[in-house]
């Protein structure tokens, strides 16, 4: 099996600042840095996520209209 995809590493990533975050243990200034980090790895996995129901949702329609046929 190929590596990891971009979206499984975003993931992994969000976890492992998630838990730092929630450790709490470092600098306040560090943790805004992760904080940051984190929502902009949110938003991105939530525009992968969104494209990826966007072409199901094109697969499904189109397989729709082949049955129709």
Same mark, same amino acid.
């Not at 975050?21 to 902009?40: Q, Y």
């Given at each position: ?20 975050? &929630?450790?709490?243990?470092?600098? %306040? *200034? &560090? ?5 940051? *980090? ?7 996995? +939530?525009? =992968?996520?969104? +494209? ?6 094109? =697969? %499904?329609?189109? *397989?729709?209209? +082949?049955? *129709?046929?």
């Amino acid at each position: 099996m190929a590596g990891k995809s971009t979206y499984e590493k975003k993931i992994e990533r969000l976890s492992e600042l998630s838990t730092i975050l &929630e450790r709490g243990e470092a600098p %306040l *200034e &560090e943790l805004l840095k992760v904080f940051e *980090e984190g929502i902009k790895l949110y938003r991105e996995c +939530n525009t =992968i996520l969104d +494209n990826t129901e966007s072409k199901i949702q094109t =697969i %499904l329609i189109k *397989e729709e209209a +082949n049955d *129709e046929s």
